[in-house]
């Protein structure tokens, strides 16, 4: 999925969900919201691809807790892809909560998305 505008800094918290099966590499977690850098919610790699990097709670835990800041999910990042290529999904980090995903990249507002996957990798268990 290729977003647009993203590192618009009047852009408004951005909100994403994947159609069912979109992305075997995420297990059925694409749904969240994503997750804002020192430049917006886009951030490049070494390579210079972009990235979106996001708070995703897997589908078989959303239900009663969905709204709680405190549940648990992954921080995925997205390449920023055009329609028709193969979305490409890396899990950065599990068993992190929304507060403190949303907290961490506030605190240290990653410009890269090798930044960004160290501010994930702090805070949860990566395999």
């Keep these: 999925m290729k977003f647009h505008g993203l590192n618009d800094p009047q852009r408004p918290p951005v909100h994403y969900k994947a159609l069912p099966g979109s992305s075997a590499e995420a297990g059925d977690a694409v749904e969240g919201d994503l997750l804002r850098g020192a430049h917006g919610y886009l951030f490049r790699d070494a390579q210079g691809q972009q990235w979106w990097v996001m708070f995703a709670v897997p589908r078989q835990r959303q239900g009663r807790e969905a709204g709680s800041p405190s ?21 950065l980090a599990e068993g992190v909560s929304k507060e403190a995903a949303e907290d961490a990249f506030r605190r240290h507002q990653p410009g890269s998305f090798e930044e960004a996957a160290r501010v994930a990798a702090s805070l949860g268990d990566t395999d």
């Design 71 to 91: 549940r648990q999910g992954q921080i995925l990042a997205c390449a920023n892809v055009e329609d028709d290529e193969a979305e490409e999904v890396v899990v």
